[in-house]
């Protein structure tokens, strides 16, 4: 099952590769967004000289790992989960001999692989021209990446909800649009959510999204340590089987009501 999905995640990333200019354009694209919010937020340091619990090193290290990571996040396959709906494509891939969600699952770890090379790209460009932190220690480092990785099931399923969506209307930009917006309100991709009011807070300390770039972060950079980071992982876990559950659901009564009518 593994090489399965490691060979579909490989064709996505050969996709597109095919034209070299993409990776390039993609990662001209990151650093534009880098540029932009640390001139901002350089901006309001030299005005209030201070961010809120944040150095000024520590707020363009946040907000050049944003940039990487965000591309893992608010990309994805839920587009072609509803195009292969619209077009008709669904009828065949569900005869695949590997399960619908299993093929997407692969060809979503392509899109996040191609994702994490533009990531990476843009690090290290980034850390030309600031001086990047590097994390406190090799734990944080661990704790950083373990909560990345289940940050991607997560994702998926919750792409999976909004590309089903196209079971009831041709039109899921509107989902998608939606989707990414609330990822970057509750995510920590605006602003560091210390800056959002405590009733938000408390909201995002609900939701999983606050993990896909604040909480890694701030484990990068030694501001969330030892057991506290036990608890997020136990929560990713939970809400990771929460979101399976919701996905297979929707699918599974989608997919019965659109037999049922003949489609």
Known sequence: MLSTLLKIGKMGI??????????????????????????????????????????????????????????????????????????????????????????YFGKDLG???FALLTGICTFIICNIFWTVLMPVNIWAFIGFICIILLN??????????????????????????????????FSG????LTMFPEAFQKIANILPFK?????????????????????IIGKQLIWAIIMYVIAKAFFNKAVKKITINGG
């Open 14 to 103: 050969k996709e597109y590769l095919q034209y070299k200019s993409v990776l390039f354009l993609f990662t001209l694209n990151r650093i534009v967004e880098v540029v932009v919010y640390i001139f901002v937020w350089y901006a309001i340091y030299n005005q209030t000289g201070q961010i809120d619990g944040f150095a000024i090193n520590e707020i363009a290290t946040y907000y050049i790992l944003v940039v990487t990571l965000a591309p893992m996040s608010l990309w994805g396959i839920n587009e072609d989960i509803a195009d292969s709906i619209r077009k008709g494509y669904i009828s065949r891939e569900l005869l695949n001999p590997i399960s619908y969600f299993t093929y």
């Open 111 to 113: 899109e996040m692989g």
């Open 152 to 185: 991607i099931p997560i994702s998926y399923f919750l792409q999976m909800i909004v590309g089903t969506c196209g079971f009831y209307t041709n039109a899921t930009w509107g989902m998608q649009i939606l989707r990414e917006s609330i990822i970057s309100i």
């Open 189 to 192: 991709l605006i602003a560091p």
């Open 211 to 231: 993990e896909f770039f604040y909480t890694p972060i701030n484990i990068y950079l030694g501001k969330i340590q030892g057991i506290e980071i036990l608890g």
